[in-house]
């Protein structure tokens, strides 16, 4: 049981190029969640899903899409990425109200 | 709407002696609230939350926190210090929209344990 998986750990970007994150998780959780973490700004949520097939803006999504088409499987993506977007991404999900944690992916726009 | 403050950016301790991290909450209804853990370079780690039953819950590595209504605080306690408690600690309100169950994060507390 590895809980929740994320891919890359860390990845260096050129403003403009594009990328996406890949979160999974093996817990059979509806919920599933990425959020940025940034120095002194605690995590703040970028997307969320209920549920495969669903997706919702959180709080900070100008600049970022999500799919979920496999329940387990949670994808973020950047279009064309700016240095404002480098920060350390998070991914959870949770069965309803707990939410578990991915180790992270550390992003550098340059 | 929930909000959550955490009072402290950083709090430094010595090895041994007791750790108190605070966190206040705002909430319009009977909140859940949650502390999170995070070592260097690593993920977040539960380490306890408190639903609406017993007010002093207890967490994994000796830490426990007390939920007082009256003061509206959450705050984290652990009786004696470990070197490896050195981490940012995170205090979060759980928040219903539209259905669905959002955390609100605190800023974080940074705790430094001197040998």
């Known amino acids: 049981n590895a809980g929740v998986t994320q891919t890359p750990k860390f990845r260096v970007l050129k403003t403009g190029q594009s990328m996406t994150l890949l979160c999974a998780q093996d817990?059979?959780?509806?919920?599933m969640y990425w959020y940025r973490q940034d120095p002194g700004m605690g995590l703040r949520l970028i997307h969320y899903s209920v549920g495969e097939g669903t997706t919702a803006k959180g709080e900070v999504p100008d600049g970022y899409n999500v799919s979920r088409l496999k329940k387990q499987n949670f994808l973020l993506g950047l279009e064309s990425a700016a240095p404002s977007q480098t920060s350390v991404y998070f991914c959870?999900?949770?069965?309803?109200?707990?939410?578990?944690f991915g180790p992270g992916t550390r992003l550098l726009v340059l | 709407a929930q909000s959550v403050t955490q009072l402290d950016s950083h709090v430094s301790v010595s090895e041994g002696t007791p750790v108190l991290l605070r966190c206040n909450y705002s909430?319009?209804?009977?909140?859940?609230l949650f502390w999170y853990v995070q070592h260097p370079n690593k993920g977040l780690q539960l380490l306890l939350k408190?639903?609406?039953?017993?007010?002093l819950v207890k967490g994994i590595n000796g830490f426990e926190a007390e939920f007082k209504k009256s003061e509206t605080s959450f705050h984290l306690t652990k009786p004696s210090a470990h070197m490896s408690d050195a981490a940012e600690y995170f205090c979060v309100v759980s928040a219903v929209t539209s259905g669905t169950y959002k955390y609100i994060f605190g800023t974080g507390t940074r705790l430094k344990v001197l040998a």
């Open positions: 817990m059979n959780h509806e919920y």
């Open positions: 408190y639903t609406s039953a017993a007010t």
């Open positions: 909430s319009s209804y009977s909140p859940s």
């Open positions: 959870a999900s949770s069965p309803q109200e707990t939410q578990y």
